[in-house]
């Protein structure tokens, strides 16, 4: 049973921070891995997707890697700003095809 | 891009009467949709498979004659709660999927007063 974890379940800094939200997971027999933003009453948000055979991803102010032997995920966010408040959402793609989801982060970024 | 519509994108019912919700993927064809709750400050809990032209796959815990799941075509999948109670209340969201990727609809809140 594939379960996923998140670390910091909250997470509260000031504006200007770098900071990083991990992910951790049980079973490595994943395809990929992808992190999402949920705003308040909202949908999800794709940031990043992992493929099993890589390393890391890249887009803008965000860093995703992942570890797939020791089931582990970060992502880093650099420079962080008011705007990126939100709930950060760790999910792996199974070998079933369907997607297991961590309890997210929840980070406030502070004027 | 890929853009998976949902809606309603919320619904206030009476208990005991049903609601149906869409999900259908715009601008490609997916033979597989999933559908998810979300209760408040939790994350997301995979309800069901659903393939095109098939019986959807329920998890384990998940009721398939309360939640009815028809995916009668690569466009579109629907989750229909039935006799809804208040219990029932939460957060829906369909994602479907496309090469490696999954795109989510945007959600329904149901409301069952």
């Known amino acids: 049973k594939q379960e996923v974890t998140q670390i910091p379940a909250a997470l509260s800094v000031p504006e200007g921070e770098n900071l990083v939200l991990n992910c951790s997971f049980t079973d490595s027999a994943i395809y990929n891995l992808q992190w999402f933003r949920q705003d308040p009453g909202k949908g999800l948000t794709s940031l990043l997707l992992?493929?099993?055979?890589?390393r890391e991803q890249t887009s803008g102010r965000l860093n995703a890697s992942l570890d797939k032997s020791s089931g582990r995920s970060t992502l880093y966010i650099a420079a962080s700003q008011p705007g990126d408040s939100a709930t950060y959402l760790c999910?792996?793609?199974?070998?079933?095809?369907?997607?297991?989801f961590g309890a997210g982060t929840r980070l406030t970024v502070k004027p | 891009g890929a853009v998976v519509s949902q809606h309603p994108s919320w619904v206030i019912c009476k208990s005991g009467t049903s609601v149906k919700i869409e999900c259908r993927s715009l601008d490609f064809q997916a033979t597989t949709m999933f559908w998810y709750r979300q209760f408040p400050k939790q994350s997301l809990m995979l309800m069901a498979t659903?393939?095109?032209?098939?019986?959807?796959?329920?998890e384990q815990g998940v009721e398939k004659d309360k939640f009815l799941i028809n995916h009668a075509s690569l466009t579109l999948s629907t989750l229909t709660v039935t006799s809804a109670h208040p219990e029932d209340s939460s957060f829906y969201i369909c994602?479907?999927?496309?090469?490696?990727?999954?795109?989510f609809g945007s959600g329904t809140r149901l409301t069952v007063v």
């Open positions: 999910a792996v793609r199974r070998v079933t095809n369907d997607m297991r």
């Open positions: 994602s479907a999927t496309q090469n490696y990727g999954y795109t």
């Open positions: 992992i493929q099993s055979s890589q």
């Open positions: 659903s393939n095109e032209g098939s019986k959807a796959t329920y």
